[in-house]
């Protein structure tokens, strides 16, 4: 599974500690593994998270760039991704489906409620002139 060296770096601490206290983004981070659009290869991104009843909101902000993320583009082609997240001292892996959010109400109160939990969404979003878009993982199965 391909991931940048900053990323596997954050990867192996997010496994050292069960999902917990991972670096400047504490518990509030899941490790999302797609298939890339271009490559077929599974790639993991960690992302910042807020439980949203039985889904997991994440935000494809790239901190903020012109772009839009390569995940993002990943999640386009084939929106079953696999997702870990701290549970019970462990973590717990499971498939869920990406629906993205790109604009509108609902976009724009998971937005503002991500950025309760990492304020620097605020930021990214005036760094750009796109708009961010959030994105469900929506648990599938059991």
């Known amino acids: 599974m391909k991931a940048t060296a900053f990323n596997q770096k954050t990867i192996d601490e997010f496994h050292a500690?069960?999902?917990?206290?991972?670096?400047?983004?504490?518990d509030h981070l899941l490790l999302m593994?797609?298939?890339?659009?271009?490559?077929?290869e599974s790639i993991i991104n960690p992302l910042v998270y807020r439980r949203e009843g039985d889904g997991y909101i994440v935000i494809a902000s790239k901190g903020g760039a012109p772009t839009h993320p390569q995940?993002?583009?990943n999640l386009k082609a084939d929106p079953e991704v696999e997702v870990e997240v701290a549970k019970n001292g462990g973590t717990d892996r499971f498939k869920a489906r990406a629906r993205i959010i790109a604009e509108g109400a609902e976009h724009d109160r998971l937005y503002a409620e991500q950025a309760k939990i990492w304020p620097g969404f605020l930021d990214y979003q005036k760094r750009t002139s796109r708009i961010i878009p959030v994105v469900v993982l929506e648990r599938q199965g059991g």
């Open 71 to 73: 995940w993002l583009a």
């Open 17 to 26: 500690k069960n999902g917990l206290g991972v670096g400047m983004w504490g």
């Open 33 to 40: 593994t797609s298939t890339g659009a271009k490559s077929g």
